[in-house]
């Protein structure tokens, strides 16, 4: 019921692979953005990317352990039921304002224990707790939930797959290039393999693309071959986006005329390629 729910009434995803460095901060933060703002979804960002709360930074807030009333790594927890019957709107004590549109659950320095102690709860359990989570206390207030998971096979990563199935991996141009769609593959058939857990590809979105160099010409038309239906548009590579993250925005709040022609041109694959995501989620 519950489930059926879910499935109906929240759209939900995850930036994936298992590479680090390739945008998945940055495209979460940018997709999550695009859907707030440009089809009016109420969206909310869930950061599992480690502890080092990438997404808070990306969006200027400041957080520390003390700024943390409840926080994410606690789902993953055996006391978790108690905690959520005994504290009065848990989730929104969990949230925080982005200023952009979505709302963001950070990540916070209980992720690690949360991903170890996952290892003691029986197997056919392990991977349910942040789905119920998404169920039962998200479905009711959000439309689309989004969540940067790490870019390796732990249980938290895991559980986001199991939650969410729907993966969006960017990839940039780099050494060893022409192997990454092969191993974006492998890596998830193993997933399949040895969980309990089905991804799919969502979207194919090529990102850090300099449209000089061969190379990334290259990427992205073996890309478009291999994911005809579901590559996104190219982000290019721009000095505005590292910049704009550094002082706590995305490209989003940028005004148009203070953006580079290379900064407006990713502004604009992020928008497009959200309404691609979009799309292929409602399917
Ligand atoms: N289109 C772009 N142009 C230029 N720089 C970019 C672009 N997208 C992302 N970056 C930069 O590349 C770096 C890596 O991006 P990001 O943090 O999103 O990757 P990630 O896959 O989340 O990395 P990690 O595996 O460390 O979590 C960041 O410094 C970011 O500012
Ligand atoms: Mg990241």
């Known amino acids: ?148 998971l790490p870019g390796k096979e732990d249980n938290i990563a895991i559980s986001g797959l199991y939650a969410v199935e729907d993966v969006i991996a960017p990839l940039r141009p780099g050494a060893f290039e022409r192997n990454q769609l092969e191993n974006l593959e492998a890596d998830l058939q193993e997933i399949r393999d040895a969980y309990p857990v089905d991804p799919r590809l969502a979207m194919v979105l090529p990102t850090m693309i300099d449209r000089r160099t061969t190379q990334s010409s290259e990427f992205v038309a073996d890309i478009r071959e291999a994911y005809p239906d579901i590559a996104g548009l190219q982000v290019v590579s721009t000095q505005n986006i590292g910049d704009y993250q550094e002082a706590g925005s995305t490209l989003f709040a940028v005004d148009d005329d203070e953006l580079y022609s290379t900064g407006q041109e990713a502004l604009d694959a992020y928008s497009t390629a959200t309404d691609q995501l979009l799309q292929t989620l409602r399917q």
């Open 1 to 148: 019921m519950l489930y059926l729910y879910m499935k109906n009434g929240i759209l939900t995803a995850a930036t994936y692979v298992q590479k680090g460095g390739v945008g998945k901060t940055t495209t979460a933060a940018h997709v999550a953005v695009a859907a707030a703002q440009n089809h009016d979804l109420n969206t909310l960002l869930i950061d599992l990317a480690g502890t080092q709360n990438d997404l808070a930074t990306h969006f200027g807030i400041s957080i520390d352990e003390e700024s943390i009333d409840a926080p994410i790594s606690a789902v993953f927890g055996d006391q978790w039921e108690l905690i959520r019957n005994g504290i009065d709107n848990v989730v929104e004590r969990m949230t925080f304002d982005t200023g952009e549109g979505p709302v963001l659950i950070p990540a916070d320095p209980g992720l690690g224990a949360a991903d170890n102690n996952l290892a003691n709860v029986p197997r056919e359990e392990r991977y349910d707790r942040l789905a119920d989570f998404i169920a039962e206390d998200l479905a009711a207030t959000y439309d689309f939930v989004l969540v940067d």
